[in-house]
């Protein structure tokens, strides 16, 4: 099976709070990319970061990091000191081949909430 | 600085009506996706297509039609629209030089079906 699970449906945090939005993949490829977007209230998708499988290294950005881990197939995502305008829903994706092309496989989402 | 554009924004339609939901990039990237999300089921793969004049089935792709009639533009057609698909539709496009860059969205368009 080639999937993306997010378990965590909705979180709440308070402002300054850290939280991590958890993501489990499975695939058959052995070369495979994670993706992570997200979704304001205003409704448009932005892209966060792209990881390829073979490039195990913590990335950190900001207030955000990602931590990969291909023992456990997680590709979990970590803000610190939220703030309000973290409140999104964030997608975790999964990039696998689709004949002549690529597509995404993806999480059904996490919804944060920051609350002041 | 448009990247993904797509029109309109909003529509309201009576069952049975059709619609074309229009999709154009000025990136010059080769791959386009239409999606569909609706509440508790994240983004569902309508239809892809890796370049002009070539388009492949995605997850749920009954009751839609696409056209790529140029590398720019990606339609998604509702022949004959059912209340089932009331949702928010997005268009992608993606550059294939590297084949895992990652996916350029528009903004949406909210579909509402009577």
């Known amino acids: 099976a080639q999937k993306v699970t997010q378990a965590q449906t909705e979180i709440s945090v308070v402002e300054k709070e850290d939280v991590t939005l958890d993501c489990v993949y499975e695939t058959r490829d052995t070369t495979y990319y994670l993706f992570w977007y997200k979704q304001p209230p205003s409704g448009e998708l932005v892209f966060l970061i792209r990881r390829n499988s073979f490039d195990e290294q913590n990335e950190i950005s900001g207030r955000y990091s990602w931590n990969f881990q291909k023992s456990t197939s997680s590709f979990n995502f970590t803000i610190t000191a939220s703030q309000v305008v973290d409140s999104a829903v964030y997608f975790c994706a999964l990039s696998i081949n689709a004949g002549n092309n690529r597509k995404l496989i993806w999480g059904l989402g996490t919804s944060l909430a920051v609350n002041p | 600085n448009a990247g993904v554009t797509q029109t309109p924004k909003f529509q309201v339609l009576k069952t049975g009506q059709s619609m074309t939901l229009q999709c154009a990039q000025d990136m010059n990237h080769n791959s386009m996706y239409w999606y569909r999300q609706d509440p508790g089921m994240g983004l569902r793969l309508i239809y892809y297509?890796?370049?002009?004049?070539?388009?492949d089935k995605g997850e749920v792709p009954n009751g839609y039609n696409v056209s790529r009639l140029n590398k720019r533009e990606f339609s998604l057609r509702l022949e004959s629209a059912a209340p089932s698909q009331t949702s928010v539709y997005f268009c992608?496009?993606?550059?294939?030089?590297?084949?895992?860059?990652?996916?350029?969205f528009g903004d949406g368009t909210r579909l509402s079906i009577l």
């Open positions: 297509s890796a370049s002009e004049g070539t388009t």
């Open positions: 992608a496009s993606r550059p294939t030089g590297d084949s895992n860059q990652p996916q350029h």
